[in-house]
């Protein structure tokens, strides 16, 4: 497993992001995330659909909360393309949210168990035992076609760079 410093900052402070780092071009990695319902769901369970993948650290912070909302009036949108908002929140806290905001067209997925999307995509945080904010957008073929990973924590993910990304390949 790699790490890499520097690449991604909070607070301005340099953090450590560990795994394996995924490129543009290589084959998306299979996962699961545990969902809403407690229920495992895999990467493969979406074959032939275009996937977006928005990763997060905290639901419970106030950009996570705008990613989320944004990526789910992405998704209802969208024609034959899953999303999927992945953080290590318990479900518990996922649901909560999107109850709240009804947020119905995203699949929110917690990383918390193996941690096994942060390992095999390179979005685990050492130093915070959280993910990196980013976005992966994966085509219908299983080829990773858009890697971003956020900077700063605190801050938002390039939308127009998915949407562009999206629309190039739909």
Partial sequence: MSERTGLVTFGGNPVTLTGNEIKVGDKAPEFTGINQKLEPVSLSQFKGKTVVIAVYPSIDTGV???????????????????????SLDLPFAQKRFCLA?????????????????????????????????????????????????????????????????LDEIK
């Fill in 64 to 86: 996570c909360q705008k990613q989320n909302r944004k990526f789910n009036e992405v998704a209802s949108s969208l024609k034959d393309v899953a999303v999927l908002s992945v």
């Fill in 101 to 165: 905001e009804g947020l119905e067209n995203i699949i929110t997925l917690s990383d918390h168990r193996e941690r096994e999307f942060g390992n095999k995509y390179g979005f685990l945080i050492k130093e915070l035992a959280l993910l990196a904010r980013g976005t992966v957008v994966i085509d219908k073929e299983g080829t990773v076609r858009l890697v971003e990973i956020v900077p700063e924590i605190a801050t938002e993910p390039d939308y127009e760079k998915t949407l562009k990304i």
